[in-house]
């Protein structure tokens, strides 16, 4: 049940933060234009990397380490305050480092300068404990506090191109004030540090394993928005950066899972539990692929008239990025659950690694000649192509330990649904007016034909969820 309630806790966040943009995305887009929101996502991209080497890959290794040790809190004290003071110095160099590319910096200063905050965001960042020891309640209930409060800055102080600064200083110190207030939580888990007891560096090594995915990961996301700045102009960085935005807000519903598994099949794991893993596993495939099909398709269905409508007709290049990006929905969907739910739990580092690093490394290679070929869609076509690579790997290497029969079992069947589902979706989008009600009713219309299609087709999710329910009346019946 403790799975299940983090898991809603997460989808209900995950909604939130699909809900929350979709309210500011077309106000923020007519008011900054094209060329604000390029900027901002350039300079944005460039502090990235900042934070991206000063975290060294925290936010997972702690994560699963806390996990490993939440049942010892002397322990648990250790290697919260170990992780901390370590991720607090790499972080100061980065921030020292960042201050002097400023210095000698000439273009877009001030954006730079109010975009460093974030770095100090990244300073106090211990979402990753709370991870680690399940509770995802209070990092949800603070993060939508925060950006319900970040809304409202929005819509009241933002009014004009000449805003820009300012949209981006609401947007950094939202992130500063979220990170802060989690601190006051951990004295229900941790004692003070034991300044004698503390070893530091024991964690930059296996910190260092995971940051090398994790810079691959975030590569290619960051220099795709460089490379599309100079090889076509800002603007093209902003379409590139807003498809993103929409398909990865909704694929955050399906990855949702590996933030709440990691820590769960770590723990198993670190008991001796290695049949759980597994079954885990094929739990999780199943239902990562049942959910990611239809947001892939539904996507794709309204993407091009979703787009001009959305953001302004000034955006409409953003429909195709987003038609094309939609593949990496089901793609990240299955390297979420290989990756991060089985491979990192089970220490498989190396295997991650090289997965995701081949990813970056083939869209580095691709994504020029791509974009020369097919302009701004050429960049997405590589994302596609990167995480296609990433999967397959990921799959290749796991071979002799899992069953790709039972892995795949019903994901045929979710394709059928589906595709039927776009076809219907997609041919409402094209011949009608599109509008909120339309946008409404082509949800709608796509949920409940996925839904009868699957009782049509009877994927074996049906009898897990049927299973669930009967657990949950007699938990309910138990307690009456």
Not at 271 to 287: A, E, H, T
């Amino acid at each position: 049940m403790k799975i299940i309630k983090n898991y809603l806790y997460n989808v209900f966040y995950q909604l939130f933060i699909i809900i929350a943009p979709l309210i500011t995305m077309p106000y923020i887009s007519r008011v900054l234009g094209p060329t604000g929101v390029g900027i901002n996502s350039y300079t944005n991209s460039i502090v990235q990397y900042f934070i991206l080497f000063g975290g060294l890959g925290v936010s997972l290794y702690g994560n699963r380490q806390v996990a490993y040790v939440r049942d010892d809190r002397q322990k648990l004290t250790n290697t919260f305050w170990e992780i901390t003071f370590m991720r607090g110095f790499t972080m100061g160099g980065a921030l020292i480092i960042f201050y002097l590319f400023l210095f000698l910096n000439h273009q877009y200063q001030q954006a730079y300068l109010i975009q460093s905050l974030l770095i100090w965001a990244a300073l106090f960042d211990i979402s990753w404990f709370f991870q680690g020891m399940e509770n995802f309640r209070v990092t949800v209930l603070r993060n939508t506090l925060v950006k319900l409060g970040t809304i409202i800055l929005l819509f009241t102080c933002i009014k004009g191109p000449q805003d820009l600064i300012k949209y981006i200083l609401i947007l950094a110190l939202s992130q500063v004030l979220g990170n802060l207030t989690l601190w006051p939580y951990l004295r229900n888990y941790i004692d003070r540090p034991q300044w004698h007891k503390l070893q530091l560096w024991q964690h930059l090594g296996p910190s260092l394993a995971l940051f090398i995915p994790q810079i691959a990961t975030q590569l290619y996301l960051i220099l795709n928005k460089q490379i599309l700045r100079f090889v076509i102009d800002v603007q093209a960085s902003g379409f590139y950066d807003d498809s993103d935005k929409i398909v990865k807000m909704l694929l955050a519903i399906v990855t949702a899972t590996g933030t709440v598994m990691l820590p769960h099949v770590a723990n198993s794991f670190a008991k001796g539990n290695k049949k759980s893993v597994q079954r885990f596993l094929y739990q999780m495939f199943d239902f990562v692929s049942c959910l990611a099909v239809p947001l892939m398709f539904g996507i794709a269905a309204i993407s091009l008239k979703f787009a001009p409508w959305f953001f302004s007709k000034r955006f409409t290049a953003v429909g195709p990025l987003m038609m094309i990006e939609s593949m990496v929905v089901l793609l990240i969907a299955w390297s979420n659950v290989i990756g991060v739910q089985y491979l990192l739990p089970m220490h498989r580092n190396r295997d991650y690694t090289v997965s995701v690093t081949l990813g970056a490394i083939l869209n580095i290679i691709i994504s020029v000649p791509l974009i020369l070929w097919l302009g701004i869609n050429g960049s997405m076509v590589a994302t596609v192509l990167s995480e296609l690579a990433v999967t397959l790997y990921q799959l290749w290497v796991v071979r002799h330990e899992v069953s790709f029969n039972q892995l795949f079992k019903n994901v045929g069947k979710y394709l059928i649904a589906g595709s039927l589902m776009f076809i219907i979706v997609f041919t409402m989008n094209m011949r009608l007016t599109f509008n909120w009600k339309l946008l409404l009713l082509e949800i709608m219309v796509g949920i409940v034909v996925y839904i009868v299609l699957l009782f049509v087709l009877r994927p074996t999710i049906l009898r897990l969820l049927a299973q669930f329910k009967q657990r949950l009346l007699v938990t309910h019946d138990n307690k009456q």
